[in-house]
C-alpha cells in the first residue's frame, strides 16, 4: 500500500493531500485511502464488488487513516464509502478526495486517472505572470450556459433553440469559439464558474460536494485538461472560481462525514452559513490541508493560473458579521494557503478574493502581516456606479461622489472592477437594462459606464452576455442571447464594446501597475453638469477622458498638462456605436491658458450621455 509522512497534513500545511488520498489506480487495482478517524468501521462499495459491503473492508490506522486495496476496481467504475459512524448510524459516502462522480443526480464517485500527456503549454507556463503591469481583462463565463448545445456563437437567425434541461455543452464543444471570441474583444482571461462537483444547477457550482472532482456535467478529467491547454496555446489565461468557505450538506457529502463534525464547525450558530451549507471549521489542521490541497489540485492537476477565492468576506468575519469580529483562524488559513500557493509556483499564479468588506491589507504580502490575495474585486465601486447609473440624471448631482468615491480607496488593495454574474441575476436586471431612461438612453449610458469603467484604474471583469447588451437575466439553463446581433443596437454596442477594449489593450496608459501618477482627475467636482474629466499618462502617449452622464450637450473647456494636437479615438455617441453623431474625430489644439490646475486647456463638444476620449502623443523630451 501507498505511504507518505503525514506530519504535513497533521499540521495544517500538506498541499499535495490528493497524491495520497482517494482512490489511485496501481498495477494491482485501486488503492482507496481515507481520513475518518471517528468511524467504527468502513469499506468499500462500488461497481467492482456488487456494492457488497462484506467484500472490501478496510483498515483503520493509529492516525485514523482507513486503506484498503480493491483487485477488481478499474478507471471507471462508480463507488463509495460504506461508514459505520461514531453514533452507529451506516452511511454511504462520496470520496472527499474523488477526482470524477456521475452526473446529478447520481452523486457515486468515479474512479478516474488524472494521466495526460497532451500538455503544451511549457512556454505559457514558464512566462505566465500576476499581470499587474499587463492589461487584464477577465471574461467571466459559465460553461454549460455559455451557449445552447445545438447552437453556435455565430447563428442570428431568430431565435435559437434554447438548452432548456441539458444535457450540457462539453468543454470540446465551445473552446475553438470561446477562443475566437475573447480574441475579438481582447480578453487576457477567461474565468469559469466553478467547475467541482455540484448535486444543485441553480447553485451555479458555488454549493459543493465534490472538491477534487470535476464535475461531470461538462466533461472529463482529460477534456478539462484540453480545453485549458487549447486556451493556454491561444494566449488566454484560465482562472477558476474556488469555494474555501462552505459545502452542501447533503447526506452523502462532507457533513458529518464520521458522525462527528469532522470538516464542519461543531456549534451550529458557527457552521450553518446563510445559503442553507455548512461553513468548513477553518481552525482544523485536517481541514486546512483539505482545502489548501483541493486549491493546489486545480492549479497543479488542471494548469489553471489562478484561482477566484468565493465569499471571502464569509470567512474574515464569523458568517460575515463584521460585529461578531474577525474569525483568526480563518485569516491565518487564508495566510498559510496564499504563502504557500505562491511560493509553490513561484509567484506566477493570480489569487483573488471576492471581498465585500473593509478589512486592510487582503493584497498585502502575508510576511507584511497580509492575507497575501494578489487582487480583490472592488465591490463598492460596482455598486456605487451602478446605483449612480439607476437614477434620474436631475437628482445624479446629489450622488456626484458615486462615481469618485472609488479613486479615495484605489490604491489600498490590488483592485479588479467587476461587473459579474451576480449583478445580472434574481430580479436585478442586467448590466444595460439597469440604466435610466428609454432603450435609446440605457445603451447611451452603458456605453458611458463601460468608457469609465475601462479609464479607471484597476483590472476588470465581465460576465458573458455584457458585451452583447443583454435584456434578459442570465439563467444557468439557457444560452447567452446571441442571436441580439441581429439587432442593430446590440451589434453597435458589440462594435463599441470590441473598440474600447482594444484601446485598452493596446495602451501601457490603461494598465500600468497601480502607480498613483497614472491617474489624474481633471475635473471630479462638476456635480451640477453630471460630468466627469480625467486623464491616463502612459509611456508614449496620454488620453483625456470627458462622461457626460446628463441629458444634455456641453461645449466644455478642460485643462490638460501639455501642449500639442488632441486626437478624439472614441466617442460613445459616434453612430457606428449607436449614437446619432458622424464619426469625425474632435482635433484640439492645446492653448496655454490654465485651466483646473494644468497648464493647457482644450474646448471639446460633448454630447448628451457621451463618453469622449482623446489622445495625445507624449512631447519629446
Same mark, same amino acid.
Given at each position: 500500500m501507498m505511504t507518505?509522512d503525514l506530519? +504535513?497534513f497533521? %499540521? ?8 495520497y488520498?482517494?482512490? @489511485?489506480p496501481?498495477k494491482? $487495482? /485501486? ?13 468499500? /462499495?462500488?461497481d467492482?464488488?456488487?456494492w457488497d459491503p462484506e467484500?472490501?473492508?478496510m483498515?483503520?490506522? %493509529?492516525f485514523?487513516?482507513?486503506?484498503a486495496l480493491v483487485k477488481n !476496481?478499474k478507471?471507471?467504475?462508480a463507488?463509495k464509502?460504506?461508514?459505520t459512524?461514531s453514533t452507529?448510524?451506516v452511511k ?5 478526495y474523488g477526482f470524477?462522480s456521475?452526473l446529478?443526480?447520481? @452523486?457515486?464517485?468515479i474512479? #478516474?486517472?488524472?494521466?495526460y500527456?497532451g500538455?503544451t503549454?511549457?512556454?505559457w507556463?514558464k512566462e505566465r505572470t500576476?499581470?499587474f503591469n499587463?492589461p487584464?481583462s477577465?471574461?467571466e463565463?459559465? =460553461?454549460g450556459?455559455?451557449r445552447s448545445?445545438?447552437e453556435?456563437v455565430e447563428d442570428?437567425e431568430g431565435?435559437?433553440?434554447?438548452n432548456?434541461? &441539458?444535457?450540457?455543452v462539453h468543454? &470540446?464543444?465551445? /473552446?475553438?469559439?470561446l477562443?475566437?471570441h ?5 480578453f487576457?482571461?477567461v474565468? =469559469?464558474?466553478?467547475l467541482s462537483?455540484f448535486?444543485?444547477?441553480?447553485s451555479?457550482?458555488?454549493?459543493v460536494s465534490?472538491?477534487y472532482s470535476?464535475t ?7 477534456e ?5 491547454n487549447?486556451?493556454?496555446? !491561444?494566449?488566454? &489565461?484560465?482562472?477558476?472560481?474556488? /469555494?474555501?468557505?462552505h459545502f ?7 457533513a458529518?462525514?464520521d458522525?462527528? +463534525?469532522?470538516y464542519?464547525?461543531?456549534?451550529h450558530e458557527d ?6 451549507t455548512s461553513?468548513f471549521?477553518l481552525?482544523k489542521?485536517?481541514?486546512?490541508s483539505?482545502l489548501?490541497?483541493a486549491?493546489?489540485y ?12 468565493d465569499?471571502i468576506?464569509n470567512?474574515i ?9 474577525e474569525?483568526?483562524? #480563518?485569516?491565518?488559513?487564508m495566510k498559510?494557503?496564499?504563502f504557500m500557493l ?10 483573488i478574493a471576492?471581498?465585500?468588506t473593509?478589512?486592510p ?5 502575508t510576511l ?9 474585486w472592488?465591490?463598492g465601486?460596482?455598486?456605487?456606479t ?6 434620474? +440624471?436631475i437628482y445624479r448631482?446629489w450622488?456626484h ?11 489600498s488593495?490590488?483592485f479588479i472592477l467587476p461587473l459579474s454574474?451576480?449583478e445580472?441575476?434574481?430580479g436585478k436586471?442586467?448590466?444595460v437594462?439597469?440604466?435610466?431612461g428609454?432603450? %435609446?438612453d440605457k445603451f447611451a449610458q452603458a456605453?458611458?459606464l463601460y468608457?469609465?469603467?475601462?479609464? @479607471?484604474p484597476g483590472k476588470?471583469?465581465n460576465f458573458?452576455?455584457? %458585451?452583447?447588451?443583454?435584456?434578459r ?7 447567452c442571447?446571441?442571436f ?6 446590440h !451589434?453597435?454596442?458589440?462594435k463599441?464594446?470590441e473598440?474600447?477594449?482594444g484601446?485598452y489593450a493596446?495602451?501601457d #496608459?490603461?494598465?500600468?501597475?497601480f502607480?498613483?501618477?497614472n491617474?489624474q482627475w481633471?475635473?471630479a467636482d462638476d456635480a451640477a ?9 502612459g509611456?508614449q502617449k ?9 441629458t444634455?450637450p456641453y461645449k466644455?473647456?478642460?485643462g ?6 488632441y486626437?478624439? =479615438?472614441?466617442?460613445?455617441q459616434?453612430e457606428?456605436y $449607436? ?5 469625425t474625430p474632435?482635433v484640439l489644439?492645446?492653448?496655454r491658458?490654465?485651466?483646473n490646475?494644468?497648464p ?6 460633448v454630447p448628451?450621455?457621451? !463618453?469622449l ?9
Open positions: 507518505k506530519t +504535513p497533521f %499540521e495544517g500545511r500538506e498541499l499535495y493531500a490528493y497524491e488520498f482517494g482512490a @489511485h496501481v494491482k $487495482g /485501486v488503492e482507496f485511502i481515507l481520513y475518518a478517524p471517528n468511524a467504527q468501521k468502513i469499506s468499500v /462499495v462500488g467492482f464488488n456488487e467484500t472490501d473492508p483498515k483503520k490506522d %493509529e485514523g487513516v482507513w486503506k !476496481a478507471v471507471g467504475d463507488y464509502y460504506r461508514i459512524q452507529g448510524a454511504d459516502k462520496t470520496d472527499p470524477y456521475k446529478r443526480p447520481d @452523486h457515486d464517485s474512479v #478516474a486517472s488524472l494521466e500527456d500538455w503549454d511549457q512556454k507556463m500576476k499581470g499587463d487584464i477577465i471574461y463565463m459559465n =460553461v450556459s455559455w448545445l445545438n453556435r442570428i431565435l435559437p433553440e434554447q432548456e434541461e &441539458g444535457p450540457f468543454y &470540446g464543444d465551445i /473552446v475553438d469559439e477562443i475566437a475573447c480574441k475579438k474583444y481582447h487576457s482571461h474565468e =469559469v464558474m466553478p462537483e448535486p444543485f444547477d441553480g451555479w457550482g458555488y454549493q465534490g472538491f470535476t461531470s456535467r461538462f466533461g472529463t478529467p482529460l478539462l485538461k484540453e480545453f485549458v487549447k486556451l493556454h496555446g !491561444a494566449g488566454i &489565461g484560465v482562472i477558476m472560481d474556488f /469555494v474555501p468557505v452542501v450538506k447533503d447526506d452523502y457529502a462532507l458529518y462525514f458522525g462527528t +463534525p469532522l464542519e464547525y461543531s456549534k457552521a450553518d452559513s446563510e445559503w442553507g461553513n471549521d481552525w489542521e485536517s481541514v486546512r483539505f489548501m490541497s486549491a493546489n486545480w492549479l497543479h492537476e488542471y494548469h489553471f493560473d489562478g484561482l477566484r477565492m465569499a468576506s470567512a468575519f464569523w458568517k460575515g458579521n463584521k460585529m461578531r469580529g474569525n483568526k483562524g #480563518a485569516t491565518d488559513f498559510r494557503m496564499n505562491d511560493k509553490e509556483y513561484k509567484g506566477k499564479i493570480m489569487l471576492e471581498d465585500s473593509d478589512f491589507n487582503v493584497c498585502k504580502n507584511d502581516g497580509g492575507l497575501g490575495f494578489d487582487y480583490k472592488d465591490l465601486w460596482m455598486n456605487d451602478l446605483n449612480y447609473l439607476k437614477k434620474d +440624471p448631482q450622488h461622489n458615486n462615481v469618485t468615491f472609488s479613486m479615495a480607496y484605489f490604491y488593495e490590488h454574474h451576480d445580472v441575476v434574481h436586471g442586467t448590466i437594462n439597469k440604466m435610466w428609454s432603450y %435609446e456605453r458611458g468608457t469609465y469603467m475601462f479609464g @479607471h476588470k471583469l458573458m452576455g455584457n %458585451e452583447l447588451g443583454m435584456f437575466e442570465w439563467d444557468e439553463m439557457k444560452g442571447d446571441w441580439l446581433r441581429q439587432y442593430p443596437m !451589434a453597435a454596442f458589440e463599441f464594446f473598440d474600447l477594449t484601446i493596446n495602451n #496608459a490603461f494598465y500600468y501597475g502607480d498613483p501618477t491617474f481633471i475635473n453638469h453630471n460630468t466627469f474629466s480625467f486623464m491616463r499618462k509611456s496620454n488620453f483625456i477622458f470627458v462622461i457626460n452622464f446628463s444634455n466644455m473647456q478642460f490638460v498638462p501639455c501642449k500639442g494636437t486626437t478624439e =479615438v472614441l466617442n460613445s459616434w457606428k $449607436g449614437g446619432t453623431l458622424p464619426e474632435q489644439k492645446a492653448i491658458l490654465p485651466l490646475n494644468q493647457y486647456r482644450i474646448q471639446a463638444e448628451a450621455f457621451g !463618453a476620449i482623446f489622445e495625445v502623443d507624449l512631447p519629446a523630451k
